[in-house]
């Protein structure tokens, strides 16, 4: 049997002021909306317990099929309309 995963997806409102506070930050490091939102999300939600020897391996896999993901484009036009 197959295991089905997917990637929950957040919707948070805020107000016109706090969003442009907010793309305003993303931009200021580079990051898309997306990427700095989960990283703050992430850091305020602690760190995880992972197994013993999980950090030992992270990032050990090697081989010609495996090819890294891209990390998605930074939303343009959704940023643009809060500047």
Do not use: C
């Not at 049997?1 to 931009?27: C, F, G, Q, W």
């Not at 391996?57 to 495996?66: A, K, P, Y």
Request: no cysteine; charged share 25%; hydrophobic share 40%.
């Amino acid at each position: 049997m197959a295991t089905v995963s997917y990637v929950p997806h957040l919707n948070i409102y805020v107000d016109e002021p706090a969003a442009r506070r907010i793309v305003k930050a993303a931009k200021s490091e580079s990051l898309s909306l997306s990427r700095w939102a989960r990283e703050k999300l992430l850091a305020a939600a602690g760190t995880p317990d992972w197994p013993v020897g999980y950090s030992d391996v992270l990032g050990s896999v090697q081989g010609e099929s495996f090819i890294a993901p891209q990390d998605p484009p930074p939303e343009g036009d959704q940023m643009a309309r809060f500047e």
